[in-house]
């Protein structure tokens, strides 16, 4: 019997598309026949099966609804696209928001995406329905297309303050539209359990709704959590002698010294603070200090080019990756 689930929450960027997304493929690995329905005009779960541009796209869940509002036949195979791990979808692009606003004008226009969604219960396992992120009228068509609701929620203020008024819309649409629809619990995401805001409302969120909540978390993994191995650095110092013009600037740095010392000067005018600020430019590359000087063979950025490049060079054959991290130095003189 195929069980057809909406994910859904009116919060933005709480996990929706990466739920469906990963539940939808875990099934597939073990064998169940999944359909994954993109009901977002922002195509987001299409992006996620490798469709990098969906307004190309021919076939969509725009047409097979309209066909529906239009009494037309639906081929059950049409627009299906099929990923490498099993799970099929049924994909959307931005006219899907179009066809909410034109959706005001049908009859019985809530019980729409049920048409469709019941063309393919026969030939799947599970349905799962990724929904927009708002209350509106696809929303409720999902809902009212399914056999139960996964609300997937961060533990932040904003995503937990909208629960109750998504629940209430919950029981409103098995109230008056599904009587069968079930909450089958609120999925906590992204939780991060290092900090005390993450950690607060979680608590708050399951002492609220403790029955709906789902015991298992999507949970923040770090490096040192997943205990994954650690590359060994070998560490690489070069030491480059000073250009002509740094020795100029020592030079310079030293007799403004010596007159400070001396009160030769008005501290408005320079002073050690001062000093010691220009003195910092004697670690920049040159150029930085004046861009009218010419490019330098002794400089910071010439030698870090050159050590990049030659491990390129001796790697090649390997097709190693290197990851170059650069300071302010080198970030202005490669733009």
Same mark, same amino acid.
């Given at each position: ?12 960027? !709480? ?19 999944? *359909? ?24 969509? *869940? ?18 299906? +696209? ?60 999902? *809902? ?21 008024? *998504? ?23 992204? /939780? ?24 298992? !978390?999507?949970? /923040?993994?770090?490096? #040192? ?39 030769? !000067?008005?501290?408005?005018? #320079? ?6 600020? #220009? ?38 054959? +390997? ?17």
């Amino acid at each position: 019997m195929c069980q057809v689930i909406a994910i859904t929450n009116q919060k933005g960027g !709480v996990g929706k598309t990466t739920t469906t997304f990963h539940l939808g493929t875990k099934l597939a690995q073990e064998g169940k026949r999944v *359909l994954l329905i993109d009901a977002d005009p922002q195509a987001s779960l299409t992006v996620c099966f490798g469709i990098r541009d969906a307004d190309t796209l021919d076939t969509t *869940l725009t047409n097979a609804l309209q066909a529906i509002v239009e009494d037309e036949p639906i081929d059950p195979e049409m627009g299906i +696209r099929t990923h490498e791990e099993g799970a099929k979808l049924f994909p959307a692009n931005i006219e899907l928001a179009s066809f909410e606003t034109a959706m005001i004008n049908v009859m019985s226009r809530e019980y729409i995406m049920r048409e469709f969604v019941n063309i393919h219960r026969p030939n799947f396992d599970y349905i799962l329905i990724d929904c927009m992120p708002s209350l509106g009228m696809l929303t409720v068509n999902a *809902l009212a297309a399914a056999d139960s609701v996964i609300i997937p929620s961060q533990p932040s203020f904003l995503s937990a303050k909208g629960l109750d008024l *998504l629940l209430h819309s919950v029981a409103k649409v098995k109230r008056s539209i599904n009587p069968t629809l079930d909450i089958s619990g609120i999925l906590l995401t992204m /939780v991060d359990d290092r900090t005390n805001n993450a950690r607060d409302i979680a608590t708050t969120i399951r002492a609220s709704y403790g029955d709906a909540m789902f015991k298992e !978390v999507a949970d /923040v993994q770090t490096a #040192d959590m997943l205990k994954l191995p650690v590359p060994e650095a070998h560490y690489h110092n070069v030491v480059l002698k000073p250009s002509e013009h740094q020795k100029e600037m020592v030079a310079d740095l030293s007799t403004r010294a010596e007159r400070v010392r001396n009160k030769m !000067v008005n501290s408005s005018e #320079d002073n050690m603070l001062l000093i010691t600020n #220009d003195g910092r430019k004697l670690a920049l590359d040159q150029r930085l200090v004046n861009p009218m000087l010419p490019d330098s063979d002794t400089g910071k950025v010439t030698a870090c080019a050159n050590i990049v490049y030659d491990i390129w060079q001796r790697t090649t054959p +390997r097709r190693s990756t290197q990851m170059v991290f650069c300071d302010r130095v080198a970030i202005r003189c490669y733009k």
